[in-house]
Nanobody, 126 residues
Framework: EVQLVESGGGLVQAGGSLRLSCAAS????????IGWFRQAPGKERVGVSC????????YYADSVKGRFTISSDNAKNTVYLQMNSLKPEDTAVYYC???????????????????WGQGTQVTVSS
């Protein structure tokens, strides 16, 4: 069974940085897409970024482009989301999600991903 565990969230001031980790297990780390999503209170869960095992293709939502970087370490079965220049509007619970179809990314549609982690809270103070 696919399991995803996020970590690295916390409280940071505007302009600061955080690196989120998504530790994955239960599947072969050679044909997948993993996405990062976020959900602010009272709002829909929206896609932030994704990475595909096919040539390490990455994709970003316009709201985070140039500030966030997604990467993977296949040896550690972990996907990271480096978040720089954080803004108060980045405050949300961040989730990683998995699908065993590498070409799913660049989709940032939550319904295209099968398995989800429990989320990690990111709070950016102004």
């Amino acid at each position: 069974e696919v399991q995803l565990v996020e970590s690295g969230g916390g409280l940071v001031q505007a302009g600061g940085s955080l690196r989120l980790s998504c530790a994955a297990s239960g599947f072969t780390f050679d044909d997948y897409a993993i996405g990062w999503f976020r959900q602010a209170p009272g709002k829909e869960r929206v896609g932030v970024s994704c990475i595909s095992s096919a040539d390490s293709i990455t994709y970003y939502a316009d709201s985070v482009k140039g500030r966030f970087t997604i990467s993977s370490d296949n040896a550690k079965n972990t996907v990271y989301l480096q978040m720089n220049s954080l803004k108060p509007e980045d405050t949300a619970v961040y989730y990683c999600a998995w699908i065993g179809i590498a070409t799913t990314c660049p989709s940032l549609t939550k319904y295209d991903y099968d398995y989800w982690g429990q989320g990690t809270q990111v709070t950016v103070s102004s």
